[in-house]
């Protein structure tokens, strides 16, 4: 199994910024993609931004030139660097890692989510 946890949600002003993290632990696993989600009350769950282990990413068009997604490999970390962030941004984050874990099929695993408020 990989175990995923989350840090750095926490309520900021519109137009502040906040980095999250993730770290992902487990024993004999391999990582091909990590990613952010997020979900607001009342919405479905949506892809914010991702990046394989070539360092490509693809970002969700409401996040582009706002929010940077890394990866540190070694550590098996990634963070998400948001800046100007709005009120619409607000909801739950959720990391996520597409990973192959010895003997079982690549899926995808999630952390708990972390809390981003934005007020107005």
């Known amino acids: 199994q990989v175990q995923l946890v989350e840090s750095g949600g926490g309520l900021v002003q519109a137009g502040g910024s906040l980095r999250l993290s993730c770290a992902a632990s487990?024993?004999?696993?391999?990582?091909?993609?990590m990613g952010w989600y997020r979900q607001a009350p009342g919405n479905q769950r949506e892809l914010v931004a991702e990046?394989?282990?070539?360092?490509?990413?693809n970002y969700a068009d409401s996040v582009k030139g706002r929010f940077t997604i890394s990866r540190d490999s070694d550590k098996n970390t990634q963070y998400l660097q948001m800046n100007s962030l709005k009120p619409e941004d607000t909801a739950a984050y959720y990391c996520?890692?597409?990973?192959?874990?010895?003997?079982?099929?690549?899926?995808?695993?999630w952390g708990q989510g972390t809390q981003v408020t934005v007020s107005s």
């Open positions: 996520s890692a597409r990973a192959i874990v010895a003997g079982l099929p690549l899926r995808d695993y």
């Open positions: 487990g024993s004999a696993f391999s990582i091909f993609v």
């Open positions: 990046v394989n282990r070539g360092g490509s990413t």
